[in-house]
Each structure stands twice: as C-alpha cells, then as structure tokens.
C-alpha cells in the first residue's frame, strides 16, 4: 500500500498510520472490533475523490466515518483506510423563507440546531446521539430518533446530495436519486455535503409521562393518540414524541417499576407544561441507555415492529426481563443486552415472524448481515454495479 502517495495527495498532516490513531478508529460506537489500516481526514470534496482513484489504484477498502456513533458496525474498518469526514463542515447561509441550508457531511446536528433555533428553526430528526451524530453519518442511515413520530427520518428532510461515488465521480442527487445515498451506509460513496430542509421550532411543549399495570393497556393507550392525537383537550395537540420503557428501563432511572409512556405535544395535551420538569424528564429518557449500558445491559438492539407483532414482540421482552426502551410511535424497541447474550440471535430470528424489520434505525452494518434478504442483496449488489464497481468503499458492509 502506497502511505506516501495518500500523503501527497492529502497533504502528510491528514493521512496517518500511528498506531494510537489506528486503535481509536477500529471501533465504532458498536464496539465490534476492525481493522484499521490507516486514517484519512479530508476537508473537500476534491480530496475525498482523490482518496477514491488512490484506492482504486491500491485496490484499498475505504471506511466512511462521520461521528462513529453507529450501533451496527458500519463505520468499523476491514483492513480499511478509515476516512474521517468530520472536517467538512462548512455551513451555508441559512434561508429562512425557504427553511433549508447548506451543511457539509461533518456537521455535527447538535450545533446546527444551536445555531438555528437563532432562527426560530431547526432540523427535527433527533437521535439519541444528537449531541455527537454527524449530518452526513446521519443520512447514511436515515436517522429516526425522538420525535419520528411526528417528522419521520432523514430522507424526509434531505433535498440535496453531493456524493462521490467509488469511481471518484461526483453526483448532485435529488428527488429519486437521493434514495441511492439515504440509509445506505456509505455502500454507495462519500455524503459530501446536502442540503436539509428544516422546521419552526413549536412554540408550546407539553408532556404526559403515563405507567402502566401491563403493555397492553399501554398499547391501547398508544394506539389511541396515534388514531386522534387531539384527545381530551380539543386544542388539536400534535404528538411529536411518543417513548416507551419497559419496567425494567423505567426501574434503572428510579422510576416506578412499571411499563410507562413518555409523550410529548406541540400544544396543550400533556398534564405537564413546567419546561424545568419536561427538560428533567427528557434528560432522564436520554441518560436511559448510559444507565443500562453502565449497568451491564451495553449491547443494544432495535427490531422495528408494527401492528399484533409489536404485542407480541413486548411480550417477548417481558417473559425474557429484558430492559428495552423506544420509539414506540413507530414501533422501535431498543432491548439492551449483556455482550454474548446468545437472545440477540433469537430475537431477530422471530422479527420476521412478527412481521417486523430487524432495523428500525441503526442501520443492518456487519451486525445485522445474517438476517438481509435476497430482495434487499441484490438491491445493493445493482447500486454497487452503478456506483462503486471496484467495491472500494465499505466492503463486505449490508451483505
Ligand atoms: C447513545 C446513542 C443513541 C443513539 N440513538 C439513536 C436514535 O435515537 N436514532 C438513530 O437513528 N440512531 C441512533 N443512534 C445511532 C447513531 O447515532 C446513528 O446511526 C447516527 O446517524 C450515526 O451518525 P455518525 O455520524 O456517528 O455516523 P457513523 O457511526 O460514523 O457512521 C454510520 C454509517 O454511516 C456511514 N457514513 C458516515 N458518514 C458518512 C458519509 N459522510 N458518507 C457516506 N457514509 C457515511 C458509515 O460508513 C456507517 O456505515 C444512537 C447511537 C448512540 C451511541
């Protein structure tokens, strides 16, 4: 492998091989164990194409990395030159009558909606990882997160795409063609830059936080705000968070033991409209996973599960004491495992059974490979054939 050739390319301050860097970047937030050859750090997109035609030459694997936050394995590199693309960060103005910017892959979401809510705006896609999540890591796996419910996942914010493709070309994606970029995981090219459009910030915030004797008066009670959120308040209150815990999840934070629903309202609709007491709340449902991580439980899952199976798939969880949270709105459950737990393998068995998906989010990676479909492969082996030909850019990643 040709090191000094990529440090000319990219200048040697960007390109490194020592070993404290190659060890920070064999893992990702998935904990699975890569690896990394070498880490790259381009600030244009001129060099990231430039990164494509040295790989291609030296017949290198590529590992797109935004934040490194990913759950399933993505951005962790095999024998891969890790490529670092938090650099690109440069934002354009933000047009406010048109509600929509300019962000380079490397944007983290928390500071752009910093600095948009100056604006009255933000972009309403908000992971758990909200603080750390990269723009463009974010696309790559379409994003959910806490208020799914009400904004659906990145590909409903995205306008534009700049991607560099596996042959070093450069492509300007709209309308269709964003499909080819959004959730798939980097397979296809480098997210360079997009343009995301954004929403006003709602003027109210109420919360109802609701326990439960069983899930299924607690899923009738879901049902019920998805079928009419306006109930009991004729205000015509729109949900635009609906969490779930378990009684495990709830136990782990010093809430009653019992299954409980955290619900949240851009007007009146929820009991609770102190922003002190919502902010505790929601800084609680954030601290869910550290706890449960911290308290044994790191290895965290997402089966994606609508209609009788979701029953079905909490009943499961429950028989099992496992602790689990979620976006219940669109039925994503995050059961949280101890490492090696042999379950994992029996809860994905039985998604398709529930008629569910076994990633609601995170994305399929390398962990989720077994459970891909032939339908869902040979989708990616024709987005390969039209973009990276030459498998330079996350090999043996999806399938
Ligand atoms: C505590 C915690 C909570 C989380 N909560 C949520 C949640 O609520 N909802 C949710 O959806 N996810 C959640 N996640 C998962 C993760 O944060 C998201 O998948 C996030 O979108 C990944 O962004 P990233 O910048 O860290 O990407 P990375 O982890 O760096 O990469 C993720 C994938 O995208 C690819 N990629 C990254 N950047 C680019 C690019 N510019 N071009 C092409 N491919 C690229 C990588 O190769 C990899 O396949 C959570 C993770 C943690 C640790």
Redesign the pocket.
């Known amino acids: 492998m040709n090191l000094e050739r990529l440090q000319t390319l990219l200048g040697p301050e960007n390109v490194s091989t020592a070993v404290e860097d190659k060890i920070v970047y064999s893992r990702?937030?998935s904990r699975l164990e890569g690896e990394c050859l070498a880490v790259a750090w381009p600030s244009q997109a001129e060099q990231v194409a430039a990164l494509v035609e040295w790989a291609r030459a030296e017949d290198v694997d590529l590992?797109?990395?935004?934040?490194?936050?990913?759950?399933c394995g993505?951005?962790t590199p095999q024998r891969s030159v890790v490529v670092d693309?938090s650099r690109l960060t440069h934002t354009g103005p933000v047009e406010v009558e048109q509600r929509r910017v300019q962000v380079g892959?490397g944007v983290v979401l928390g500071g752009l909606n910093r600095r948009l809510a100056k604006e009255g705006l933000f972009l309403p896609v908000i992971?758990?990882?909200h603080r750390?999540?990269?723009i463009?890591?974010?696309?790559?796996?379409d994003?959910?997160?806490?208020r799914a419910v009400r904004y659906g996942t990145m590909r409903a914010w995205i306008e534009a795409i700049t991607l560099v493709d596996g042959m070093g070309r450069l492509h300007h994606l709209t309308g269709d063609a964003l499909d080819d970029a959004v959730g798939r995981?980097?397979v296809t090219?480098?997210?360079?830059e997009a343009t995301v459009r954004l929403a006003p910030l709602p003027a109210q915030r109420t919360v109802s936080l609701l326990a439960f004797d069983d899930e299924a008066s607690l899923l009738a009670q879901r049902d019920k705000w998805l079928a009419d959120p306006s109930t009991g308040s004729g205000q015509a209150p729109r949900l635009t968070a609906l969490e779930y815990l378990n009684r495990h999840a709830a136990a782990a934070i010093g809430w009653e033991a019992r299954p409980h629903l955290l619900a949240e309202f851009d007007s009146a609709g929820g009991e609770i409209n102190d922003p002190a007491r919502i902010a505790d709340l929601w800084c609680a449902r954030d601290g869910l996973?550290?706890v449960l991580a911290r308290s044994g439980h790191p290895v965290i899952e997402d089966p994606q599960v609508e209609g009788e199976g979701l029953a079905s798939l909490l009943a499961w969880l429950e028989t099992q004491e496992i602790p689990a949270f979620g976006?219940l709105g669109l039925g994503i459950v995050h059961p949280c495992f101890r490492p090696g737990d042999d379950r994992i393998t029996s809860l994905y068995d039985q998604v398709a059974g529930w008629g569910g998906r076994v990633s609601g989010?995170?994305?399929i990676?390398l962990k989720k490979k077994p459970w891909v479909g032939a339908a869902f492969r040979a989708e990616i082996r024709q987005l390969k054939e039209t973009y990276d030909p030459q498998n330079v850019i996350?090999r043996g990643?999806l399938c």
């Open positions: 990702d937030a590992a797109p990395r935004g934040a490194g936050t990913g759950l993505g951005a693309l892959a992971p758990g990882s750390a999540a990269s463009g890591g974010m696309i790559a796996t994003a959910a997160g806490l995981e980097g090219g480098f997210i360079v996973y550290p976006h989010e995170h994305g990676g996350n990643k």
